[in-house]
């Protein structure tokens, strides 16, 4: 059996189909069979992040309705052979699917796919207990911002509330510089606030945003700052070793990058 993974925060827009996105591709790179599910229904960004929007004839919905088999819904990244799709429905809203099937989706996934990574919805309204539904594990994505931790926090709870136990952070979008400045949030505080085990931090990159345009996710470039980050975050999920940030701030930004990596 495979692992389901969801991937959540409280607040929208912190990069988590992003995070989604790069992540089932670092699996995939890794020779691992990888099914990312987009359950934002109504809403379907994973798709076009993934570059494979207009390959797309059946979704979660159809699968779930019984208008199709679950076979014939998944897209396989023709760039990643072992890498797939399930698309959210976009015409349709969150109460479209229950937790029972959502629960019922995973089980069959994990037992074809090494991972089963699913694209949650922001908020803590029917798509996030849908999304989270037959998760194994979580991580929850957010950005060094007050209201973006405060949301976070409040979901740790709630996945606590439903026996997720143990779930996991990632900080995005860091500003080193605005960090030294007392700008920005420090991941020390964050990691206090949360209470939970840091799994990585991406620091902010221009890259992200072209890879996005371009539906090409930043872990497939090895130069990449937020890709470099993705990958050893990867390492991590996968059981290696490999040392955390050290938010030290040195006299040069990359110097800074560098130990924010840990590279």
């Known amino acids: 059996m495979g692992e389901v993974i ?10 988590k189909t992003t995070t989604t996105a790069n992540l089932g591709t ?57 890498l797939y799709l399930l698309p959210a429905a976009q015409t349709r809203d969150k109460n479209a699917v229950t937790p029972d099937q959502m629960q019922q989706l995973c089980k069959e996934l994990a037992q074809e796919f090494d991972y ?4 949650c919805p922001a908020g803590i309204e029917q798509g996030f207990k849908n999304a989270i539904a037959g998760a194994d594990r979580a991580i ?12 976070a926090d409040r979901i740790i709870g709630l996945l606590e509330s439903a026996g997720k136990h143990n779930p996991k952070l990632i900080v995005n979008r860091i500003r080193p510089l605005m960090v030294k ?14 209470a939970v085990d840091l799994l990585g931090v991406i620091p902010e990159d221009e890259y992200i ?14 130069t990449a700052l937020a890709g470099i980050a993705y990958r050893n975050i990867i390492r991590r999920l996968m059981g290696e070793n490999v040392p955390l940030m050290s ?17």
């Open 6 to 15: 969801v991937i959540t925060s409280g607040k929208g827009g912190v990069g």
């Open 26 to 82: 670092g699996f995939a790179l890794q020779a691992k069979k990888v099914v990312l599910v987009d359950a934002d229904i109504g809403l379907r960004n994973l798709d076009v992040v993934m570059g494979l929007e207009n390959r797309i004839v059946y979704d979660l919905v159809d699968v779930t309705d019984g208008n199709c088999r679950l076979k014939q819904a998944l897209i396989r990244d023709k760039r990643y052979e072992t």
């Open 116 to 119: 089963v990574i699913i694209d």
């Open 140 to 151: 929850i994505v957010t950005t060094p911002e007050v209201s973006a931790v405060r949301d």
């Open 181 to 194: 400045k007392g700008d920005m949030m420090d991941i020390d505080d964050i990691i206090e606030i949360l």
């Open 209 to 222: 945003v072209i890879s996005t345009n371009r539906g090409e996710p930043a872990i497939a470039n090895t």
């Open 247 to 263: 938010f030290e701030v040195n006299d040069s930004l990359w110097g800074k990058f560098r130990k924010v990596l840990g590279f």
